[in-house]
């Protein structure tokens, strides 16, 4: 078990930027994959970026590549998603979330995710 707490999240115009941070808990934190999902009002929660236990390999829904950037520093305990050139479309509540198993073909399923923070909320206004 790790838990998870989400900062970063504001208001912030459209074509600006935020840094969102998710510290865990625990000394077991780089066996975890790391992942970031997001939920607008009114519709369900989507994948938005994942990393490997090592940093080394990353995944984006398309909806955000080249726009954000997931990285973890395993000796902080932390995982990070810097967010550029934010929509209003980018508007939900941002959730980090661990797992301790995934692959390429389940590492978009929430449901594959053990652990998750309680959310932060990130504001695009137009």
Do not use: H
């Not at 398309?62 to 479309?89: H, W």
């Not at 692959?103 to 399923?109: E, I, P, S």
């Amino acid at each position: 078990q790790v838990q998870l707490v989400e900062s970063g999240g504001g208001l912030v115009q459209a074509g600006g930027s935020l840094r969102l941070s998710c510290a865990a808990s625990g000394r077991t934190f780089s066996r975890y994959y790391m992942g970031w999902f997001r939920q607008a009002p009114g519709r369900e929660r989507e994948f938005a970026a994942a990393i490997s236990r090592s940093g080394a390999t990353t995944y984006y829904a398309e909806s955000v590549k080249g726009r954000f950037t997931i990285s973890r520093d395993n000796a902080k305990n932390t995982v990070y998603l810097q967010m550029n050139s934010l929509k209003p479309e980018d508007t939900a509540i941002y959730y980090c979330a661990a797992a301790f198993s995934l692959t390429t073909a389940t590492m978009k399923k929430s449901e594959e995710y053990d652990n998750w923070g309680q959310g932060t909320q990130v504001t695009v206004s137009s």
